[in-house]
């Protein structure tokens, strides 16, 4: 199919797959859980990865300028953000890339700021690093109507944890799971209060190539020149363009000193990515804007026929329309359906979603459901669900 018309092949088909989404439960159950897209991939990265296998091209990786241009210039368009390619480097993947840093910038028993609920990894980086977790949660409001994102952050709160000590705010922007994305104004408070109290940011923003184009996403290090002076991305091409298994990650500062803080890490961390990944991944961000494109319409399309399958089956539970992304966090509080209530449509469903309590303890009722498939595989879904209660 052309990259302009792109959509989830049938489930029969799916279940060949060899990824952990399709191994890691029976052939009966529904996954719907690890976050990876079932849609075909890019034309683009498909020829250069045939061109690279069928040419035996697969060697130790090297220096890759083609993946900072590739950046680069991805960047300038989606988001009008002028990098220095000088300052890209790469890294086996984005939890590879947040634990090396932080080695070179912390050392154990230094505090750690998240915001839960949040992507579960965030807490296994932490305590590879031996850091001091702080949590201060978002809070859910009433104001989820339309494209409203009800999660809210205190910014005051963060600024007392900031005045006491703090060596990092490790940042998830755009947010997994609540689809969240951090206005230019929160961001650079959050620059300013970091520069005012010497906290490092560093900012997951794996999601951003998939935000909706209702929304506009905003790069950490493009809000202000305080910004630039504590800040560091990491990210990838692996949740844009569904190449996670090829191994690749970047991570950008756009400041000196950082640059010469981030030249310490040790020379493996580069060699460590695989060669098929670094060349995709500068082949997505250059020549995957139309496969992208055609991907957003169809869960453009899927993050709003949930919204319609739940009003018409499952009004009780709450649901907020993501402005990023294609993972949906839906509070099942109303449905009683225990603890857990993953575990439950796991056995009694057959459905995998992931357990809200892994994002943070207090969402126990919550489950995030993975919508980068097949409506009808999504329709299947909350059938399901239906057929349990």
């Known amino acids: 199919m052309p990259d302009s018309n792109v959509h989830a092949p049938s489930l029969a088909k799916l279940l060949t797959h060899h990824s952990e989404k399709w191994r890691r439960f029976d052939r009966d159950v529904l996954p719907l859980s690890i976050a990876e897209m079932d849609f075909p991939i890019a034309d683009p990265i498909r020829t250069v990865l045939h061109e690279m296998v069928t040419q035996s091209d697969l060697g130790y990786l090297g220096s890759v300028p083609e993946l900072g241009q590739g950046f680069a210039q991805f960047a300038a368009a989606r988001w009008n953000w002028a990098v220095d390619t000088s300052q ?9 890339a947040v634990v090396e840093v932080l080695r070179v910038f912390t050392k154990p028993g230094d505090k750690i700021l998240i915001n839960s609920p949040v992507y579960q990894n965030f807490y296994n980086w932490i305590h590879e690093t031996y850091l001091e977790k702080i949590d201060l949660p978002f809070t859910r409001t009433d104001s989820d109507e339309g494209l409203n994102n009800p999660w809210q952050l205190d ?6 944890i900031y005045a006491n000590g703090l060596k990092v705010h490790l940042l998830c922007s755009p947010h997994n799971p609540l689809g969240r994305i951090f206005s230019k104004a929160e961001l650079t408070r959050i620059a300013d209060m970091a520069k005012k109290y010497n906290v490092l940011v560093i900012s997951d923003e794996i999601h951003a190539p998939l935000t909706y ?7 950490f290090l493009d809000v202000s020149d305080a910004a630039r002076e504590v800040g560091i991305t990491v990210t990838a091409a692996s949740k844009g363009w569904n190449i996670a298994g090829l191994k690749c990650a970047i991570i950008i500062s756009q400041n000196d000193a950082i640059k010469a803080t981030l030249d310490e890490l040790p020379m493996a961390v580069h060699f460590r990515a695989s060669i098929l990944g670094a060349f995709a991944s500068a082949t997505a961000f250059a020549d995957g804007g139309v496969w992208l494109d055609s991907v957003m319409k ?13 009003a018409a089956k499952l009004p009780s539970v709450k649901y ?12 099942l509080s109303t449905l009683h359906l225990g603890q857990d209530p ?12 992931n357990p809200g ?6 969402c126990s009722q919550y489950v995030r459901l993975n919508f980068a498939t097949s409506p009808e595989i999504i329709t299947e879904a909350i059938e399901r669900v239906i057929n349990t209660l």
């Open 357 to 362: 309590h892994s994002y943070g303890l207090q």
């Open 298 to 310: 169809q869960l453009d399309h899927n993050r709003y026929l949930i919204r319609d399958l739940l």
């Open 320 to 331: 907020h329309i993501p402005h990023n992304s294609y993972l949906a966090w839906l509070d």
């Open 155 to 160: 910014l005051d709160a963060v600024e007392n």
């Open 213 to 219: 184009i209702s929304s506009d996403f905003t790069p």
């Open 88 to 96: 890209v480097s790469i890294a086996a993947d984005v939890g590879v």
């Open 342 to 353: 993953s575990a439950t449509l796991l056995e009694k469903a057959r459905i995998a979603f």
